[in-house]
T-cell receptor, first 111, second 112 residues
Framework: GENVEQHPSTLSVQEGDSAVIKCTYSDSASNYFPWYKQELGKGPQLIIDIRSNVGEKKDQRIAVTLNKTAKHFSLHITETQPEDSAVYFCAAGKGANNLFFGTGTRLTVIP | KAGVTQTPRYLIKTRGQQVTLSCSPISGHRSVSWYQQTPGQGLQFLFEYFSETQRNKGNFPGRFSGRQFSNSRSEMNVSTLELGDSALYLC???????????FGSGTQLSVL
């Protein structure tokens, strides 16, 4: 089955700096790559996703890049704010309904 | 539009008991998926339902089961509870198959 690895497990950045989280996947048949943000006591919230026919997608301060050849994808958050502090999960799957998740990155934005 | 609603929010059971968790998807969403989240194993896929039919099942023992009703609401059941079943159980819905998943806040199950 699919195996998703996520790095780093923790990340601290100064407010206003950029944050980058990286994931690799093992199954070349995976074609859907979402990123979720989870705050304490809440369920994961979808922040951005990308399909395998696209190399990059951007939504305001958040961007995701996908390298199908190398089987890795990354989340980029620019101009970080304290409210960006949370745990971020990457996921991969053959479609959106059976996802394999990474182990999470705890992002702390220091004011 | 209301989000995915899961009840109850917290649950405490003892080993050997069974439990039923409930999920109401976002209005108009017909696909429901369930995930288990633990500190050790992370987020793991349990099963997915669409139009009352189970489409996919993850690698969990038969003690874990689910169903979906005609109004798209879903329940999952865990029988003969074990200590290791303590986890946050998350339900997610999407309008149709292979569309973005929206998660609820989960049911925190503690097995003593």
């Amino acid at each position: 089955g699919e195996n998703v690895e996520q790095h780093p497990s923790t990340l601290s950045v100064q407010e206003g700096d950029s944050a980058v989280i990286k994931c690799t996947y093992s199954d070349s048949a995976s074609n859907y790559f979402p990123w979720y943000k989870q705050e304490l006591g809440k369920g994961p919230q979808l922040i951005i996703d990308i399909r395998s026919n696209v190399g990059e997608k951007k939504d305001q301060r958040i961007a995701v890049t996908l390298n199908k050849t190398a089987k890795h994808f990354s989340l980029h958050i620019t101009e970080t704010q304290p409210e960006d502090s949370a745990v971020y999960f990457c996921a991969a799957g053959k479609g959106a309904n059976n996802l394999f998740f990474g182990t999470g990155t705890r992002l702390t934005v220091i004011p | 539009k209301a989000g995915v609603t899961q009840t109850p929010r917290y649950l405490i059971k003892t080993r050997g008991q069974q439990v039923t968790l409930s999920c109401s998807p976002i209005s108009g969403h017909r696909s429901v998926s369930w995930y288990q989240q633990t500190p050790g194993q992370g987020l793991q896929f349990l099963f997915e339902y669409f139009s009352e039919t189970q489409r996919n099942k993850g690698n969990f023992p038969g003690r874990f089961s689910g169903r979906q009703f005609s109004n798209s609401r879903s329940e999952m059941n865990v029988s003969t509870l074990e200590l290791g079943d303590s986890a946050l159980y998350l339900c997610a819905s999407s309008p149709r198959v292979d569309e973005k998943l929206f998660f609820g806040s989960g049911t925190q199950l503690s097995v003593l």
